[in-house]
């Protein structure tokens, strides 16, 4: 776009003061401002993109959508549109459009550092690893030797298979700067994933002298010495799942083929077609299940470690009430006999021991109350719980339907495929745990 059709000394005061308006959550004023510019130049593009980034913020994504649309029809070749529009349309998983206008304005500005971190940004939201190592081989290029960029390409080449890249790069990082924690910390994780535990014990020992109470160096601790942790650390998954909440819903049920939010609430409807019944959902992450339930006559309440996965299942308009706790908390503080159903899906894959889990359940369900739960399929000849590579825990299915048994349910269990991953399905089971007596 060229300097003549922005005319910045005109609207200049005016667009700054908007863009402070919707970052304090001001819309009101910050239409009032847009307006006032958009009449000194109707054909102003920045003000039609600051009007998407305010319509997104009043969560008007439709709107929005035509304030971008108008802002790169009246400028397709300005930088800063381009890339507003492609985050916005990354944020809302419109990843094809998202990409193919990241690309141009990266050709339009390849200098440009914000247009660099903008285009990473997309490449990770729609899961495109190699277009994020290009677009980080190409930052390194333009500032060679950034350690966050580094950082950066080093965890991309490791989830893309990339081991001897990956351990290069974080070799280095942590040989220039023995003294900063992360890079460490980022090895020892990268270590463990990749099957070599033992092989992050120096490390472990290091970082462990600086942080003794630090649950998730206990964790991969355990592992480098052999052993199975009973738990994941609720802050290994919370963070996970904050990380992703704006793109989980696509990410799984889209990418992965996740269904089973949709397969339990039909089981509800046809057992509960009036939908009475009091339902909690035990790790409820963005409300999928809530969303295919729809509106309950009964109570529905939701449960998440992460903040950020309650503030997305929020947005449905369907669940009651959230809390914001860890699942095993949640079970220990709910009074005995208080729901008909307690839903735990994909979640016990994250909290591995079910010990504490079945017989809290069984307590705070009314008789004849359901629990129903996936699990990810363990050999029946191997142990009871197994940390896969993936960081997700499989359970053997005899061992939890004994638990469930012992507990005082009646179980009936269904074999499915839970999702797919890397192109192949992840085998799993759901249990329906009914409860028999007081």
């Known amino acids: 776009m060229s300097a ?49 980034l305010m319509a997104e913020k009043a969560g008007n994504h ?18 800063p549109g381009l890339l507003e529009t492609a985050l916005f349309r ?12 990241a690309e141009k304005v990266s050709r339009i500005e390849p200098n440009n550092s914000q247009v660099l971190a903008g285009v990473i940004d ?17 930052g390194l290029e333009m500032h060679p030797g950034d350690a966050t960029l580094r950082l950066h390409l080093a965890r991309d080449l490791g989830n893309l298979g990339e081991h001897a890249q990956a351990v290069q790069l974080l070799d280095a990082l942590v040989q220039e700067h023995p003294l900063q924690p992360q890079y460490r910390m980022e090895r020892v994780k990268h270590t463990v994933t990749h099957g070599q535990a033992a092989e992050a014990l120096d490390d472990i020992r290091i970082l462990e002298e600086k942080f003794p109470e630090d649950e998730t160096l206990a964790y991969y601790a355990a592992l480098a010495k052999g052993t199975t942790p009973a738990h994941l650390p ?34 509800l409807i046809a057992r509960h077609p009036e939908k009475d019944v009091n339902v909690l959902d035990l790790g409820c992450g963005t409300g999928l299940l809530g969303l295919c339930l729809g509106t309950m006559q009964g109570y529905l309440i939701g449960v998440d470690s992460s903040i950020k996965m ?19 908390d949640a079970l220990s503080n709910t009074p005995d006999q208080e729901y008909d159903v307690i839903t735990c899906l994909d979640v016990l894959v994250y909290i591995g021991d079910s010990q504490p889990v079945i017989p809290n359940a069984a307590r705070i369900l009314k008789t004849g109350g359901e629990f129903i739960f996936s699990c990810e399929t363990a050999p029946e000849d191997g142990p009871d719980l197994v940390l896969q590579p993936s960081q997700r825990y499989a ?28 192109g192949e399905p992840v085998q799993g089971f759901v249990v329906t745990a009914t409860k028999t007596a007081a």
């Open 4 to 52: 003549t059709s922005i005319p910045a000394d005109i609207n200049r005061k005016h667009l700054e003061m908007a863009r402070q308006q919707i970052a304090k959550g001001d819309l009101q004023k910050a239409a009032q401002t847009l307006n006032k510019a958009h009449r000194q130049v109707p054909s102003d593009a920045r003000v039609f993109m600051l009007g998407g």
């Open 62 to 79: 439709a709107k929005a959508e035509q304030a971008f649309a108008r802002c790169l029809e009246l400028a397709p070749m300005w930088g």
């Open 90 to 101: 990354a944020r809302h998983g419109q990843f094809d459009s998202a990409i193919e206008l």
């Open 122 to 138: 997309i490449a990770h939201r729609a899961g495109n690893l190699q277009m994020a190592v290009k677009h980080l081989h190409r």
């Open 234 to 267: 609720e802050e290994m998954h919370r963070a996970l799942f904050d990380n992703m909440a704006d793109r989980f819903d696509q990410h799984l049920v889209q990418g992965l083929g996740y269904q089973l939010p949709k397969l339990v609430a039909q089981q």
């Open 310 to 328: 309650i503030e997305q299942a929020a947005k449905h308009g369907i669940y009651d009430r959230f809390h914001h706790v860890n699942l095993l």
């Open 395 to 422: 359970h053997k299915r005899s061992h939890i339907e004994a638990m469930c048994k012992q507990a005082g349910f009646s179980v009936s269990t269904e074999e499915l495929v839970l999702r797919q991953e890397g």
